[in-house]
C-alpha cells in the first residue's frame, strides 16, 4: 500500500468519477485504475463498483475511506516531519480540533502567532471526536481544542480555557423568533427540532437535546448525525437547533440564549510536560489571549 494507491482511492471515492479523479491528480484514467486494482489486491476485497456509466462504493470501501484518509494523512505529516530536518527554519506544531466549527477561535490564536512566528507551521487536523484523543494522548497532536467537558483529564494534562459559550437556541433568521433576548425550553417544545447525533455536538448539549427530545412527537423532529447537516436545516427553516452560541457565524442563523443553563467551557488542552520552544511560544500566546477574552 503506497501514497498513489491512497490517493486515488480518495479521490475516486469523493468524486465517484475516474475521469475526474485522474484530472484532479494530473494522471490517466488507466494509470488510476492500476493505483485501485494494486489496492484492491493487497486488501483481498473490491472498494468500487464499476460500470460504464457509474461508479459506487461497495459496503468495503465506505469502510475504508475513512481510514484511508487518516493514513494518508498520518503520511503527509510524517514527510512534513522529516522535510523539516531538511528546513531547519520551518517550525511544524500539530493543532487537532473534532469539527470545523472549532476553527473560529482557532484562527484569532493562528493569526497572533504567526505575527510573532512567521516561521512557524501550523499542521491542522480535523478528526471525529473517537479518534482524536488517543492521537493526542500517543503524541501525534501537540495541541487539542475541544470543549473541557468533552475531554477526560488525565495526569500530565493541562487545560486553557478560552471561551465561556452561552448554550444557546438556534433558529433560522426569518424566524418570528429570532429578536427574542432569551428562550425557555417550554418554547422549544413546542416547535420542530432538529437532533445532531455526532460527537461533534458539546456533551451538555447533547444532553438538553435528549431531554428535549422526550416531550417531542415523532413527527416534530428531525434527526441528522453530521452539524453541518443540522446547521444547514436550521438555515432552511425546518426546525430549531440547540447549540453553542456562534458556531456557525452566518447572517442567516440567529443565536438566543437558553434560559436556565449555564456556559459551557471551551478552550486548549496541552501536555505539561510540551517544552519544545514551538510548544511554549505557542502557549505563551494562547494565555495571552485567554486573559484578554
Known sequence: MNT????SFIQVAENLNFARAAEILNITQSAVSRQINALETELGTKLLHRSTRTVTLTPAGISFLNDAKEIYTKLQFATAKIRNHEQSNIQILSIGCSNEADMVLLSKVLSKCRQSNPELHPFLRIIPHRSILNLFIHGEIDFLFAF???IPMRDG?????????????????????????GISINDIVSQKNIICNSYEIPTKVADIQHHIEHFLTYDMIYYCENLQVMITLIKAGYGLGILPENVSFSSDIAYIP????????????????SNSPNSRNFLKIVKEMAYQM
Open 258 to 273: 437558553l434560559q436556565e443553563t449555564a456556559p459551557i467551557s471551551y478552550g486548549v488542552f496541552y501536555k505539561k510536560k
Open 148 to 150: 473541557k467537558d468533552d
Open 4 to 7: 498513489q494507491q491512497l490517493e
Open 157 to 181: 494534562f493541562s487545560y486553557i480555557e478560552l471561551a465561556r459559550m452561552k448554550i444557546c437556541c438556534a433558529v433560522p433568521a426569518f424566524s418570528k423568533i429570532a429578536e427574542q433576548k
